[in-house]
């Protein structure tokens, strides 16, 4: 029987979310999710073994070591005929003439929960058509007919004959005069950002030149009074893609986290980083590396259930083929910037860097490890049997090796990523194709009260009461203060551990998610959090910063830019 009790702010999230029905409690959510993972457990290893797969699950969610993705706490074992997937793309063509078919699978995904993406590129006008497409998602998320509230992403490439247009396609988004349920996206590539830097021309679709630089000011113009669009590059995420020979990736999910083809869809479970750490007795950071492993095997485990229940229920042919094929999950962290806290690092400093460089290379190796096993016992996905060409895992060196073989971190040497990529492309014993995405996990971690993704606090003192407990002690053992002392008179270091995102210069945003790029199979959704009236020029050394880095996209928000945000940087 579960334990699990949540803050009254998490329960509220439970509630108003739809995430529980009026009558369910947030244990009975959590036995009903274990229950509907472990009947398809059973299916794999029989029913003694999937007891116990639901006892360490429902004891790791108790506890707060891990929470599932919003679609599969609402949807597991209460929808029979709902996937547990976090996004999807479309299989019609965003750009063909039957937008009632379009309207009609679009509605379809986000009454079962799924946010999606599109790709504008083969749209005449890519402003009407994501207005047609918005008005969808605004139409649909007030028919009652939707548990959860799902985004979206409209991506379009900068050489499109109306990019101008699409750049300020949102600039009616500070005022919150339109009811938006897009994030957008320009799709930038190396030889466009080589143009900009040489102050070149670039040619766009229909044979115009245009300046690269004045293009690049105007999107950053953009972003800096809306917060859209924000930069993709796709070119990067194709390169990560471990099946291009399935099709290259058009789009993204709705906070840019993983790249996708048409009829892709995706799926999330969070490990919350806080519960691994904590101090010696010198006050040294230490982490428990042999819990890490155990809870890294059951969440990919956990995951590969879901897609087990999800294939029986994608909206047709196509998307059960690719998730078939590819069983695609993405392990994500939250609780990064309680874990620092907890320890006493900044987040901003090389140590703070190190620590979650060697937390997320552990977890994504042991993942692999456990796709391994997994697909030793349930089989290898369908894409390692059958598919030789066009699947990089098969080929030398092996997609792994590719990625991580030039690697080492405190944690995971070079020579392991390679003997690891080695033996899948001897064996095909490979059950997932890619484990490991960095989404900003929003209400997820807010219901285990853990801070969200990879972010720093938005707010370092609505941590919750045991971090900032922890943190206090910190502060007293290391500096003599408090950490509710006046600010004025705290010292440098005692103001820079209780920096939240505002305080946290663009660079150490930038460098966190660099460090933590190298080891995510995917993307990383992190949010660049720039003070109110900064310009467009501090946008543009962000996104600069960010390209520079090898990120695979970048978002900037600045403060007040819009009249909806919720809270106010501090």
């Known amino acids: 029987m579960s334990r699990f009790y949540p803050s009254a702010s998490a329960e509220h999230i439970l509630r ?3 995430i529980i029905s009026p009558e369910e409690t947030p ?3 959590v036995e009903r999710v274990t229950h509907c993972l472990a009947e398809q457990d059973a299916t794999f290893c029989g029913q003694r073994q999937a007891e116990t797969f639901a006892a360490e699950f429902e004891s790791a969610f108790d506890s707060r070591e891990i929470v599932m993705s ?11 005929d709902r996937p547990l997937t976090a996004c999807a793309v479309p299989t019609v063509d965003v750009g063909s003439s039957d937008a009632q078919r379009l309207r009609e699978e679009v509605v379809v995904l986000h009454e079962q929960g799924m946010g999606t993406g599109f790709n504008l590129d083969t749209t005449e006008d890519p402003v009407v058509t994501l207005r047609f497409l918005n008005q969808v998602a605004v139409d649909s998320a007030t028919s009652g007919r939707e548990d959860r509230p799902v985004g979206n992403m409209a991506i379009l490439s900068v050489r499109h004959p109306k990019i101008h247009e699409f750049i300020a396609a949102k600039a009616d988004a500070a005022s919150g005069a339109t009811d938006w349920k897009f994030n957008i996206s320009v799709n930038l590539d190396n030889v466009f950002m080589t143009a900009v830097h040489a102050g070149e021309q670039v040619e766009l679709e229909d044979g115009r030149q245009v300046g690269a630089r004045h293009l690049f000011d105007d999107l950053c113009y953009a972003a800096a009074i809306c917060a859209d669009p924000g930069v993709v590059f ?6 990560r893609n471990p099946l291009p020979g399935m099709g290259a990736y058009t789009t993204t999910a709705p906070c840019a986290e993983v790249g996708l083809i048409a009829g892709e869809t995706c799926q999330f479970g969070y490990l919350n980083v806080g519960k691994f750490v904590s101090t010696d007795s010198a006050g040294q950071p230490v982490a428990d590396f042999a819990r890490l492993e155990q809870t890294t095997a059951l969440m990919t485990r ?4 879901c897609l087990a ?4 229920n994608l909206n047709g042919p196509r998307a059960q083929y690719i998730s078939h094929q590819k069983r695609k999950i993405g392990i994500g962290l939250c609780g990064v910037a309680d874990a620092l806290s907890i320890i006493g690092l900044h987040y901003d400093s090389a140590p703070a860097r190190d620590l979650m460089t060697d937390i997320l290379s552990f977890i994504n190796f042991a993942s692999k490890e456990a796709s391994v096993r997994l697909a030793e016992t349930r089989g290898p996905c369908g894409a390692m049997r059958t598919m030789v060409v066009g699947n990089r895992h098969r080929g030398q060196p092996g997609h792994i090796e590719r990625l991580y073989g030039d690697l ?3 944690t995971v040497a070079a020579d392991d990523w390679r003997a690891l990529s080695r033996y899948i492309a001897a064996t095909c014993m490979l059950r997932n194709v890619s484990t490991i995405a960095l989404p900003p996990t929003g209400r997820s971690a807010l219901i285990i009260d853990a801070s969200t993704g990879v972010e720093p606090h938005f707010d370092t003192f609505a941590a919750n009461e045991a971090v900032l407990d922890q943190l206090e002690k910190i502060v007293w053992m290391k500096h003599g203060q408090s950490i509710y002392a006046d600010h004025a008179a705290q010292s440098a270091p005692v103001r820079q551990l209780l920096a939240s995102a505002a305080g946290i210069s663009t660079n150490g945003h930038v460098a966190m998610a660099a460090a933590l790029q190298r080891y995510t199979d995917e993307a990383i959704a992190k949010t660049i959090n720039l003070p109110a009236r900064s310009t467009a020029e ?13 990120l695979s996209g970048i978002t900037v928000y600045v403060d007040g830019s819009r009249t909806t945000q919720p809270k106010k940087l501090r």
């Open 27 to 29: 244990a009975a959510m």
């Open 408 to 410: 080492t971190s405190g």
């Open 70 to 80: 919003t679609p599969i706490m609402t949807n597991a074992g209460r929808y029979a």
């Open 309 to 312: 229940v999800s294939e029986q």
């Open 302 to 305: 956990a995951l590969d259930n």
């Open 16 to 18: 108003t979310g739809r």
């Open 538 to 550: 501090d946008v543009k050394d962000a996104y600069l910063a960010g390209y520079q880095a090898n």
């Open 234 to 239: 796709l070119d990067r995420m194709n390169a």
